[in-house]
Structures are given as structure tokens and as C-alpha cells.
């Protein structure tokens, strides 16, 4: 081969090489990959090259000094987060609470009592209130004298804030408003009080004010964490695909400074499905962070690993879990469940919650209905899941959740019920079976209902004792009923017939009949509702739609009168429904 043909040939062979784009956002992913490692000296390295191509930017300072707190090298930190209040960018307050942090574990209490003070003086609105609140009362202890906190603001809302939290926690959603609507009021730009009622509204149901709420958060600080993730929820519950790949997109690029919100965005980067994100901050918590010793978060992570088929490391975080809190029945229930997901019987768990999944809660408490209004009345925590799976479980948890409440009858319990009965994108059934437990707990008053479209106003007729208990016999005499008039009756009459099994019941109580046929009380109210509405029905349709004898039908009627007294009112009947305009 001549020489020039080889030539030819080696330049044909070069391979194509692709160039690399050297900038801050490719230095960044690097950290974000040496953290995921737990490389801290490579992480801060990288974080380091990022500052050198944007050197004005705040964020990649704050991400330096970040890692170098993580290590333990707290005066180096102290020193970035310094020269990016004195040169770069005063208004990033955030840094005097990064300080302050800085110096609390440096035992250099009276210098982080001064930094926080800075921090709540400059920016009463910031992200970190509650996290200050929790690190005053730190200081307050170590001083051993109170914080002085005489020039802060936001310090006159606080408490109200932290009683707002409280409730929130213990699934006392309406009263979790009214507070937090008056700190708003007051204080219109106390952005972490907004964020928490944006979170009350969602509970109970009004989506477009929690998300309208979590905007306005965002409108005034586009950074803030806690609003971010929220309204990734808001988003995976409405169904807003392309509005929360937009938002997933920058959640993934976030490394949050403090642990709290690492904690924060991995649930929620969980609950989204992103279970790889969420699985390396939990890694990242367990590994540096001060909630290692906190059993919950090792069951996070096992969740997160199960979801992406890690089954040995879900086992090793469960047992541990279960070391943490051997009182516990959730980590030995999913080690338990984990035996069949690897046979392929089970499927991973989908929720990122440190309690048992309601399907085996009920099983446990079927038997034993008072122990489900111990467990609500007693445990926020129980409480507060009961009224997340009504807005969010499936159709047969939240018949169950529904008549759970029922056993409370609380005032909160009341008004969430009524918050689900005008939700849109709730069932219809599921809305008739909550306003039985509504009229069976003793709520009398109107009832505003959204059926199919239309908002109604559901009258009451008459008035019934409070019913302690509510039974599944007395529930299946109900749903033979609808079953069979569903299609004959409009939700005026439906209501009507539910409103009378439920004053039957409460002035029979606690002397109520053996329901052996359902089918045949089901019918007998039928023929009141009927009767009621002036609508022609006869025994022999009753008989063939409902496979009862004559006989029995025309007895449970005259039970159902003899307590009730119907034949004597029918004179007196006015409509149950009104429309609204």
C-alpha cells in the first residue's frame, strides 16, 4: 500500500470525537454525581469549578459552602456564606440562617443567636422560619436565658404559626385555616404561614385555592422549596402531566442546604414516582444527616429501593428500622410483604407514609369498631391519613375511611365530609354513603351536594337521635336500595330514602331488628320514597326487581311505619332538594 493510500486510510479510521461543554451546569452535575457517591472532596471540587465560570452566582457559593458544613469544615463555610452577604448578593438572607446553623454546631451559641436574629430581622417572610423557631428554642436552652427576639417582626405571628402546624398535624384542618387566614391578614407576606394553608386547602379539598395559594408563594419567591414540592403533589393529583414534567425537571437539578428540606423533597420526589431521585437523597440523609436515627426515614428508603428492585437494601433499611422502633408494626408488615414481592405474589408499596396500609388497618379493626375512634380520636398521626385516603385512596378506602369518620363525628370530621360532598371529582355513591354517615351522626342542617354537575341543597326532614355506631347490615339494606333505584329515581328521592333508613334506625335504636333480608327492608323503603313523592309503584314490580315475597316486604313497611309514622305525615311532605341558580 502506498504511503499516501495510508494515510487516507488512518484519516478514514479517526474517530469522531464529541466536544465537551466545560460550564457551571456541567461542573454541577458532576457534584450532584460525586454527592450521590458520597464523594464530598471530589463534590466540593466540582462545586468549586462551577463558582469559577459564574462567580456572580449565589446559588453555586451557597452549594460550596453547603458541602464544606456537610464535612464538618465549618469555618471555611462560614467564610463563603460571609463574602456572599458582603459582596455577591446581600439579599440572600438565607445565608445569616446557614450561619447561624454554622455556629450552633460549633457550640458558638451567642454568634449563632446573632446570625438567626439577622436572619428573622431581614427576612420575617424567609423559608426557614420554622426551622428558626426550632433552633431559637436550641439557644434559648444552651444561653440558658431567652432569645432576644425583641425586633423581629415575624416573631408576633409565630406562635400562631406553630399552633397552625400543630393542627395541621393532627388533621384539624378547618381551625389549621381560620388561624393561618388571620396571620396572612396581618402579615400578608409571611410566605411559610401561605405555604401551610395552601397545604390546608388541598386537605380539605380545594384544590384550585391550595394551588392558587402555593403560587402566590411562588410569585413572591420563586426558590421556595416547600412551595415547589407541594405544588408537585397538586400537580400529580389534578393530572397535570406536562406541568409537573416542567417542575420535576427543576426539582431534580435542587440540592437542598438544610436537612429538613432534603427530607422534604425526597418525600415528595417519592410520591411523584421519582423513586431514583428520592432514593439518593434518603441515601444522603442516612448517611450525613441528623435524621439517620429516625426509623421513618429508613423506611422511606426502603420504599424507594423496593420501587427500583434494590430488594437486599430495602430488607437491610426495614430490619433497621425495626431496630430503631421495635414497637413498631410497619417495618415487620412490609419485611413480611417483601418475601412475597420477591416471588412476584406482591407488588412494591406507592405511598411514602410510616403507617399500615388502611386495607390491613381495617382488617385489624373490623372486629372491633371502637378501636378505630380510639385510634382517631388519640394518634394525629392515624388522624391525618384517614383524611389524606379520602381525597386521595381508592374507591373502596374511602367507603371505608367514610364510615370510619362516622365513629368520630367530630367537628372536623364534619366539615370534611361536607368539603367532600361539593368536590366535582368526586363519585356520586361515594357521596350518598357520606351523607348518610353525615344525617346518621346527627347533622341535621342543609347540605350543600355537587351530583353529576349539578350543586344542590339537601334539606333536612326530620330530625334523628345520633346514631353511636353505624353497621355494614344496615349499609347493605342501603346499597340494595340505590342498586335498584338509581335508574328509576332522581337524587331528590334517593336522599329522601336514605334520610329515612337513617330515622328508622335512630328511633329503633339500640333495638334494631335482625336484617336477614336485606333485599326485603331495601324494597320497603323504596315503597315509602314512592308513597312520598306521590310515584306510583306496586308489589308485584317489588317482587320482581327485588326477589321478595309480597309478604315480607308489606311487614318491613309496617315496621318501618309503625316507628316512623309515615301514613300520618304524607299530607305534610315538601321536596327535599332545592336547585341552586
Known amino acids: 500500500m502506498s504511503q499516501r493510500k495510508r494515510a487516507e486510510s488512518s484519516k478514514n479510521r479517526r474517530p469522531k470525537v464529541i ?79 446557614y450561619l447561624a446553623n454554622n455556629y450552633a454546631n460549633m457550640e458558638l451559641y ?14 420575617p417572610d424567609g423559608q426557614f422560619l420554622e426551622e428558626a423557631d426550632e433552633l431559637l428554642d436550641l439557644l434559648g436552652y444552651e444561653l440558658n436565658r431567652p432569645t432576644k427576639i425583641s425586633t423581629i417582626k415575624s416573631k408576633e405571628n409565630m406562635f400562631a404559626h406553630d399552633k397552625a402546624r400543630e393542627l395541621l398535624e393532627a388533621g384539624h384542618f378547618a381551625e389549621a385555616v381560620k388561624i393561618l387566614e388571620e396571620i396572612i391578614q396581618r402579615q400578608p407576606d409571611f410566605l411559610a404561614a401561605r405555604n401551610n394553608l395552601g397545604l390546608a386547602y388541598y386537605y380539605m379539598g380545594l384544590f384550585d385555592k391550595s394551588v392558587q395559594t402555593i403560587t402566590e408563594v411562588l410569585d413572591a419567591e420563586p426558590g421556595n422549596l416547600h412551595a415547589l414540592c407541594n405544588l408537585a403533589i397538586f400537580y400529580q393529583h389534578a393530572g397535570r402531566e406536562m406541568s409537573l414534567r416542567a417542575l420535576m425537571e427543576k426539582l431534580r437539578k435542587t440540592v437542598p442546604f438544610h436537612p429538613e428540606h432534603v427530607f422534604k423533597l425526597a418525600t415528595t420526589l417519592g410520591i411523584v414516582g421519582e423513586h431514583r431521585e428520592a432514593y439518593r437523597h434518603f441515601r444522603r440523609l442516612l448517611h450525613t444527616g441528623e435524621l ?13 429501593a ?19 422502633d421495635p414497637d413498631s408494626e410497619v ?5 413480611k410483604k417483601l418475601d412475597k414481592i420477591r416471588v412476584g405474589e406482591d407488588k412494591p408499596p406507592v405511598h411514602y407514609h410510616y403507617h399500615l396500609p388502611f386495607e ?43 364510615q370510619a369518620l362516622g365513629l368520630v363525628a367530630d367537628q372536623e370530621v364534619i366539615e370534611a365530609l361536607k368539603a367532600f360532598l361539593v368536590d366535582p371529582g368526586e363519585e356520586d355513591e361515594l357521596k350518598r354513603v357520606a351523607v348518610l354517615v353525615l ?25 334523628s337521635a345520633k346514631l353511636p355506631v353505624w353497621d355494614s347490615a344496615w349499609q347493605a339494606v342501603l346499597e340494595k336500595a340505590l342498586e335498584q333505584m338509581s335508574s328509576r329515581y332522581d337524587v331528590v328521592q334517593q336522599h329522601d330514602m336514605m334520610t329515612l333508613w337513617v330515622d328508622y334506625l335512630s328511633r329503633v335504636y339500640p333495638d334494631v331488628p335482625k336484617l336477614h333480608k336485606a333485599a326485603g327492608w331495601a324494597a320497603a323503603l323504596e315503597y315509602w320514597t314512592a308513597k312520598m313523592h ?14 321478595v315475597s309480597q309478604a315480607s316486604i308489606s311487614r318491613y313497611a309496617n315496621r318501618i311505619d309503625e316507628a316512623c309514622g309515615i301514613r300520618e305525615k304524607l299530607d305534610l311532605t315538601t321536596p327535599a332538594f332545592k336547585e341552586h341558580p
Open 19 to 97: 466536544p465537551m461543554r466545560l460550564d457551571a451546569t456541567f461542573f454541577f452535575e458532576r457534584a450532584v454525581q460525586s454527592l450521590d457517591r458520597f464523594h464530598y472532596d471530589k463534590a466540593l471540587k466540582y462545586f468549586r469549578r462551577a463558582v469559577e465560570y459564574e462567580p456572580e452566582n449565589p446559588v453555586n457559593h451557597c452549594n460550596m459552602a453547603g458541602i464544606l458544613s456537610e464535612m464538618g469544615r465549618y469555618e471555611e463555610s462560614n467564610v463563603i456564606l460571609r463574602s456572599v452577604l458582603d459582596q455577591i448578593d446581600p439579599a440572600m438572607t438565607e445565608c445569616y440562617y
Open 110 to 123: 451567642e454568634a449563632a443567636e446573632e446570625a438567626l436574629v439577622r436572619y428573622l430581622e431581614n427576612d
Open 292 to 304: 439517620a436515627g429516625e426509623p421513618s426515614l429508613h423506611h422511606f428508603a426502603a420504599v424507594a
Open 306 to 324: 423496593v420501587n427500583l428492585g434494590r430488594l437486599d437494601e430495602a430488607e437491610r433499611y426495614w430490619r433497621q428500622a425495626i431496630r430503631l
Open 331 to 335: 417495618p415487620a408488615y412490609y419485611l
Open 360 to 402: 390491613e388497618q381495617f382488617k385489624r379493626w373490623e372486629s372491633n369498631p371502637g378501636l378505630v375512634s380510639e385510634a382517631l380520636k388519640q394518634d394525629p398521626l392515624i388522624r391525618s391519613s384517614f383524611f389524606w385516603a379520602l381525597r386521595h385512596g381508592d374507591r373502596r378506602t374511602k367507603v371505608q375511611v367514610i
Open 439 to 463: 344525617r346518621s351522626i346527627g347533622v341535621q342542617d342543609s347540605l350543600i351536594v355537587t351530583f353529576s354537575g349539578r350543586t344542590l341543597t339537601l334539606e333536612a326532614r326530620r330530625k
Open 534 to 547: 306521590r310515584r306510583t309503584v306496586t308489589y308485584a314490580d317489588l317482587v320482581s326487581r327485588y326477589g
